[in-house]
Nanobody, 124 residues
Framework: QVHLVESGGGEMQAGGSLRLSCVAS????????VAWFRQSSGIEREGVAS????????YYARSVRGRFTISQDNAQNTVYLQMNNLKPEDTGVYYC?????????????????WGQGTQVTVSS
């Protein structure tokens, strides 16, 4: 199992920016994809962005495309989510997740390792 720890959440006004970090440790060699999910009140946890750790290919949900950027620092075993032009609907708990299978990069069911989450609150 891969151990994941998120940080960087907080409160921000609409239009602002935040950067989330996800540090992976233990058995990281088993991971080929890392993703960010978010869960808002009353809404099912949804995939926001993912990155293939080998190729660096990225995928984004339509709702964040052009505003969010996922990136990685392999030397630090860290994946980042840069969030710009934040909107109130971006509010939620953001989770980092990792998997070793090949499939839908934003499908929640495919991910077996999860962090504890970090809260992001965007006010209008």
């Amino acid at each position: 199992q891969v151990h994941l720890v998120e940080s960087g959440g907080g409160e921000m006004q609409a239009g602002g920016s935040l950067r989330l970090s996800c540090v992976a440790s233990e058995n990281t060699y088993r991971t080929n994809t890392v993703a960010w999910f978010r869960q808002s009140s009353g809404i099912e946890r949804e995939g926001v962005a993912s990155i293939y750790t080998g190729s660096g290919n990225t995928y984004y949900a339509r709702s964040v495309r052009g505003r969010f950027t996922i990136s990685q620092d392999n030397a630090q075993n860290t994946v980042y989510l840069q969030m710009n032009n934040l909107k109130p609907e971006d509010t939620g708990v953001y989770y980092c997740a990792a998997k070793s299978s090949i499939g839908n990069p934003l499908a929640r069911a495919e991910y077996s390792d999860w962090g504890q989450g970090t809260q992001v609150t965007v006010s209008s």
